[in-house]
T-cell receptor, first 112, second 111 residues
Framework: DQQVKQNSPSLSVQEGRISILNCDYTNSMFDYFLWYKKYPAEGPTFLISISSIKDKNEDGRFTVFLNKSAKHLSLHIVPSQPGDSAVYFC???????????FGGGTRLMVKP | DAGITQSPRHKVTETGTPVTLRCHQTENHRYMYWYRQDPGHGLRLIHY???????DKGEVSDGYSVSRSKTEDFLLTLESATSSQTSVYFC??????????FGDGTRLSIL
């Protein structure tokens, strides 16, 4: 049973518009959440994170929102750029911290 | 980029043969991890290390062993490779528990 799920395998967005990637989790012990971006033939690159004591974290064009009651987080990219085209993984860890549980990924395509 | 080198980058081998993948870091980070990536599953943790000679199992450890004799090197061994172990393997490092920084992966095909 997957504890972290990304229900949209792919998303297509026009350049300049907002991209919203979603992630749901089931384990209430998760208290730290991360987003990674992955280009083909490369390893995942850390993008942004959020602790469960916050509901929003912003870094430039990237904002992560956390809704603990719904066990849902989302990544907003505004404005989207063609270079953002990649696979995005959400990941979660509990207070032990060492083990990351990943979602299955969402492939984002930003069209010029 | 975090100083992580995985070798080999690609390998094709036959069922039943032993395989060792190497992860080398130049960051002197305490934690090292091995993940496998399969379609629809994201990345799943195989084993991790929290110091020299200190390792623990992850979610999908069956059929894999690891060793860490030096801070900079973390080896993943498939004692007798099976076709179900065909995957892309990623090494990651971190100083604290998170975030983890990943190498560029090893594509392993077992025929």
């Amino acid at each position: 049973d997957q504890q972290v799920k990304q229900n949209s395998p792919s998303l297509s967005v026009q350049e300049g518009r907002i991209s919203i990637l979603n992630c749901d989790y089931t384990n209430s012990m998760f208290d730290y959440f991360l987003w990674y971006k992955k280009y083909p033939a490369e390893g995942p690159t850390f993008l942004i994170s959020i602790s469960s004591i916050k509901d929003k974290n912003e870094d430039g064009r990237f904002t992560v929102f956390l809704n603990k009651s719904a066990k849902h987080l989302s990544l907003h990219i505004v404005p989207s750029q063609p270079g953002d085209s990649a696979v995005y993984f959400c990941a979660a860890s509990d207070n032990a911290g060492n083990m990351l549980t990943f979602g299955g990924g969402t492939r984002l395509m930003v069209k010029p | 980029d975090a100083g992580i080198t995985q070798s080999p980058r690609h390998k094709v081998t036959e069922t039943g043969t032993p395989v060792t993948l190497r992860c080398h870091q130049t960051e002197n980070h305490r934690y090292m991890y091995w993940y496998r990536q399969d379609p629809g599953h994201g990345l799943r943790l195989i084993h991790y290390s929290y110091g020299v000679k200190d390792t623990d199992k992850g979610e999908v450890s069956d059929g894999y062993s690891v060793s860490r004799s030096k801070t900079e090197d973390f080896l993943l061994t498939l004692e007798s490779a099976t076709s179900s172990q065909t995957s892309v393997y990623f090494c990651a490092i971190s100083e604290g528990a998170v975030p983890q920084h990943f190498g560029d992966g090893t594509r392993l095909s077992i025929l």
